[in-house]
């Protein structure tokens, strides 16, 4: 009997199956993004190409059939190549986060060679200005969109990234529309992270309420019949520890990239017995929306989009609201026309970030 994808997932949930594999090659980045939250330098003790392969052949014993490389910049760093081919080896799906800066003819032939399910490259703006200033590399707009063209060219799917960033976050609808032309997907983001060291700086540069209300409304109506509902008790916060896991250049298990929180290092245990055994990820795949105490009954948790590692950076509880989230629920019900619901919190400043060390 065929099934669904529906039904895969669904088994995955049930067995603690993760479908889908994270992995940061390098932190070194030939772009100095102003809201980037990887404030770290290039770690020293990067995984060699061998200890990546068997990351993936233990990821592929675990059920995981997709990858995502990034970095940094993926394709900096030395290992992406021998990373990307063994993965279609073993029958990963493989996307490639990038900047576009190194999309060059020969780069893209390759690309292309790998069949990968996407690229994606980030966009701001379609304005060389406004990119450039974010990207803080002149000519960044210019070479990532020639870069998008010539995977298209190739027949490789593509999707452009559009963080909400600062003065850019108000041209979301130009960067849509370059997205038609080029028959890429489009994917905006009005969250921005706080810095992996614990740095406000990438929080400060969030596109203002305007430009994330207005991106919001471009993003289509309310479901049919309304908001969705609140999310059901049992149900798990998020997919960190679950459906999904993250590794860091120098080998460390992450529940997903934004948590800075080790399970363990796969230079001392595979990647397969960390996610069964580890202590970290047994908590946290304990969790449910049901034992969250001021989220649980929130009438705005069924399309907050609330995120653990914001609520944990941010507000500097795991288990608790995320100040941003609860902010751009209400802006989501603007840019609907719908009143606030009666019960719903009213939104908070953040307390704070905090770093975890793993402990």
């Keep these: ?55 993936l052949d233990q990821a592929r014993r675990l059920g995981v059939l997709f990858l995502t490389i990034s970095g940094g910049e993926a394709l900096l760093s030395p290992r ?3 990373v990307a081919e063994h993965a279609r080896r073993v029958g990963l799906a493989v996307t490639v986060l990038t900047n576009g800066l190194l999309l060059d003819r020969a780069c893209v032939r390759r690309l292309a060679a790998l069949s990968p399910a996407s690229v994606e490259i980030s ?3 379609t304005r060389p200005d406004r990119h450039d200033a974010v990207t803080r590399v002149p000519g960044s707009l210019r070479a990532a969109v020639r870069g998008a063209l010539r995977l298209r060219q190739a027949g490789v799917r593509v999707a452009l990234k559009c963080p909400l960033v600062g003065d850019a976050a108000g041209d ?24 992996s060291g614990g740095g406000t700086g990438p929080t400060r540069c969030r596109g203002d309420d305007a430009a994330i209300q207005a991106a919001l409304a471009a993003s289509g109506p309310p479901p049919e019949g309304g908001p969705p509902a609140t999310a059901p008790p049992d149900r798990a916060p998020c997919g960190m520890a679950r459906s999904f896991v993250a590794v860091s ?12 929180l080790s399970a363990g290092n796969v230079r001392e245990a ?7 055994e580890s202590e970290v990820f047994r908590r946290l795949r304990a969790r449910r929306w049901g034992g969250l105490p001021e989220c649980a009954t929130c009438p705005r948790s069924g399309y907050c989009g609330r995120c ?4 944990l950076l941010e507000d500097g509880d795991l288990d608790g609201p995320s100040s941003r989230a609860c902010h751009v629920a209400e802006l989501r019900e603007r840019a609907w026309g719908l ?21």
């Design 1 to 55: 009997m065929r099934r669904s994808f529906a039904d895969v997932r669904a088994i995955a949930r049930e067995k603690g199956i993760p479908l889908a594999l994270h992995v940061e090659l390098t932190y070194r980045c030939n772009a100095r993004c102003v809201h980037c939250f990887q404030e770290r330098a290039a770690a020293p003790d990067e995984l060699d190409a061998g200890a990546w392969r068997a990351v």
């Design 270 to 276: 595979p990647l397969d017995v960390i996610w069964r």
């Design 80 to 82: 992406f190549w021998d």
């Design 339 to 359: 009143p606030a619901p009666e019960a719903a919190p009213a939104p908070r400043p953040p307390r704070g970030l905090r770093v975890l060390n793993g402990s």
């Design 123 to 125: 966009i701001f703006s």
């Design 172 to 195: 979301h609808g130009a960067v849509a529309a370059l997205a038609a032309r080029l028959g890429a997907a489009l994917q905006l983001d009005p969250h921005l992270f706080a810095a």
């Design 308 to 311: 653990s590692a914001l609520a």
């Design 249 to 260: 250049p120098s080998g460390d298990v992450l529940p997903c990239v934004a948590m800075p």
